[in-house]
């Protein structure tokens, strides 16, 4: 998390996460690569360093429908990274069966709302309580996606 700022820990995590508990931990880096997909981007000169993280995670084993999210470094964000790294997860995604992503976010976070509709023209918007929305995404089109 030393890539990201308060605000992006805040739009990720949708609230402040001074640190992730072993569990959460657990959860973020144990992927089976059918229910649970990730993939990070590292620098070439750093492989160790991630400055990104884009996943999903179906909430039950053969959904078609998994859970959305990504994150993507401070200094490295509206550079193109998130359609990249989302577009390349959408393509593992649909080969294991995986026809739509849903996102919860924050409202106000135009970055995500976006990027949900490169996956196609038609996003099903629900606004929830606290602030949060509710995307859903079929993933054909995902090639509109900047590059």
Known sequence: MAELSRESIRR???AAKPSLSAAELRYLTEIDGVD???LVAVPEDDPDRIVAVARCVRPEPRSTTAEFAIV?????QGKGLGGTIARELADAARAVGIRRFSATTLADNDAVQRLMHGF?????QRLQAGGLRELVAELDGCERLAA
């Open 12 to 14: 990720r995590f949708l």
């Open 36 to 38: 649970h997909l990730a």
């Open 72 to 76: 993507v470094g401070d200094a490295l």
């Open 120 to 124: 196609t023209g038609r996003v099903e």
